[in-house]
């Protein structure tokens, strides 16, 4: 399975944007659908945003509109853009593979789950 490894969360203040990236290794990059989702401290991991390996992209009603994601398989990476950030984004990213779809219609979808996922990045708004 990949061994991924996210970079780029930080401290913005609302409103800002933040680029996350995540480069996978130990496999065939290209194959896998790979995705993002968060957690905070005592709730559950949110799922956030997938693609998959035909291009196809699916994004969580909660986060559509500010969050959009991508990637390149030259250089096996995962990227998350998020925008119009909240103090409620706070929490730990993760970059994750193996996706698990659940209430989508066209490409929007109610939860997202994965298999296994890297440590995480940081991400912190301030108001």
């Known amino acids: 399975q990949l061994s991924l490894m996210e970079s780029g969360g930080g401290s913005v203040q609302a409103g800002g944007s933040l680029r996350l990236s995540c480069i996978g290794s130990g496999g065939t990059f290209s194959r896998y659908c790979v995705g993002w989702f968060r957690q905070t401290p005592g709730k559950e991991a949110e799922g956030l945003a997938a693609i998959d390996n035909d291009g196809s992209t699916y994004v969580v009603d909660s986060v559509k509109g500010r969050f959009s994601i991508s990637r390149d398989d030259e250089k096996n990476s995962l990227y998350l853009q998020l925008n119009t950030l909240k103090p409620e984004d706070n929490a730990t990213y993760h970059c994750?593979?193996?996706?698990?779809?659940?209430?989508?219609?066209?490409?929007?979808?109610?939860?997202?789950?994965?298999?296994?996922w890297g440590r995480g990045t940081q991400v912190t708004v301030s108001s």
């Open positions: 994750a593979a193996n996706c698990r779809f659940h209430d989508c219609r066209g490409d929007s979808c109610g939860d997202i789950k994965f298999a296994y």
